[in-house]
């Protein structure tokens, strides 16, 4: 896009009231026909701006756009550079690649619409444009790869306060879903890049469901979903979110960067739906059931089962008796 028609935009973006014709003339030193042909432009985009008669211009559409969230996300290490991709087939496949490429920690990669996205344990992700948010973070922390399933914990708690925030019901589900009303609103999925001792990248892929699609969920979908428009009982804008979830991670990491993981794993376990609960764990050799006594250090679930604890790193697990939780992501 044209640097000036983008921060026009990121101006009007930035304001909930219409900004007239004469200050953005003044801000992007052009004359008013020069800024009604960038409106234009953006309208032939299919962007959605009203001119309001002896007030301005108002945008209407819901737009992602980099230099908009850039402007209301300012001095944060996470989000020092953000790009908003039409499509990709993978967001995390995106940052990896400029990963391998030299990128600075902090890149934030959202695509409108992914092709190919990845959920957790081979399983794919659903990413509709305009119903969904896909984004992948870089982080380039240092420390060894046995620590970085905390990094997916710290996500998961970044994303519960900031998803609260639009709709309070939000809570985590080992290891990190995150659900409404027990159906899943949004996954995470970490991977990374390490050799012994030494992670080199790790990128954290976060899918939020934002609205139903308007030909509904896919038919491969068999678990319990829902989406934030539904929670909320209101529309939202994916900006907002954007830079809700973008302002939460880079505060939870800030915490976890100097303090370590206690905290982190204390707030994570207030926000766990099935703390002290009953619950069913699934992992590769069939179900175990038992009650959710902690986290470990290492993200693991602690179970307490025929009065001894036992320990799980992988699977899922569901609520026993309860329909407020869903099972599987
Ligand atoms: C899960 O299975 O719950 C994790 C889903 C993670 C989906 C996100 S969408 C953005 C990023 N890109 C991907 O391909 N996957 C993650």
């Given at each position: 896009m044209n640097p000036t028609r983008d921060a026009i935009l990121a101006r009007l973006g930035s304001s909930n009231v219409p900004?007239?014709?004469?200050?953005?003339?003044r801000d992007f030193g052009l004359s008013r026909t020069g800024v009604w042909k960038h409106i234009q432009s953006l309208r032939k985009q299919g962007i959605?701006?009203?001119s309001l008669p002896g007030r301005g211009y108002l945008l209407r559409s819901d737009v992602l756009s980099a230099a908009l969230l850039h402007s209301r996300l300012k001095n944060r290490r996470i989000g020092s550079t953000i790009l908003?991709?039409?499509e990709a087939d993978s967001t995390n496949r995106e940052v990896m690649q400029r990963a391998e490429s030299g990128a600075e920690e902090g890149l934030v990669v959202i695509a409108q619409k992914q092709n190919a996205g990845r959920g957790r344990l081979g399983r794919s992700w659903f990413t509709s444009a305009e119903n969904s948010l896909a984004m992948s973070v870089l982080l380039r922390p240092a420390m060894s790869p046995e620590h970085v399933p905390?990094?997916?914990?710290?996500?998961?708690?970044?994303?519960?306060?900031?998803?609260?925030?639009?709709?309070p019901q939000v809570r985590i589900k080992w290891p990190n879903d995150l659900l409404a009303g027990g159906a899943k609103l949004a996954g995470i999925l970490t991977e990374m890049r390490a050799e012994p001792g030494r992670v080199h990248a790790v990128?954290?892929?976060?899918?939020?469901?934002?609205s139903k699609p308007a030909g509904g969920w896919p038919k491969t979908i068999?678990?319990?979903?829902?989406?934030?428009t539904s929670a909320a009982g209101r529309d939202i804008s994916r900006s907002d979110v954007a830079v809700s979830v973008i302002e939460a991670l880079d505060d939870c990491y800030e915490e976890y960067l100097a303090h370590g993981f206690e905290r982190i794993r204390q707030w994570w376990w207030e926000a766990h739906a099935a703390s002290g609960q009953s619950v069913r764990a699934h992992g590769e050799n069939g179900y175990v059931e038992g009650i959710a006594e902690a986290l470990d250090e290492d993200g693991a679930l602690?179970?307490?089962?025929?009065?001894?604890?036992?320990?799980?790193v992988a699977g899922d697990i569901e609520l026993i008796d309860n329909g407020n939780m869903g099972s599987s992501s």
């Open positions: 900004v007239s014709g004469d200050l953005l003339a959605d701006i009203a908003v991709l039409d905390q990094l997916s914990l710290v996500t998961a708690v970044a994303i519960q306060r900031a998803l609260s925030g639009f709709a990128v954290l892929g976060i899918g939020i469901n934002i068999t678990q319990g979903v829902t989406d934030l602690l179970l307490r089962v025929d009065g001894e604890i036992r320990r799980f």
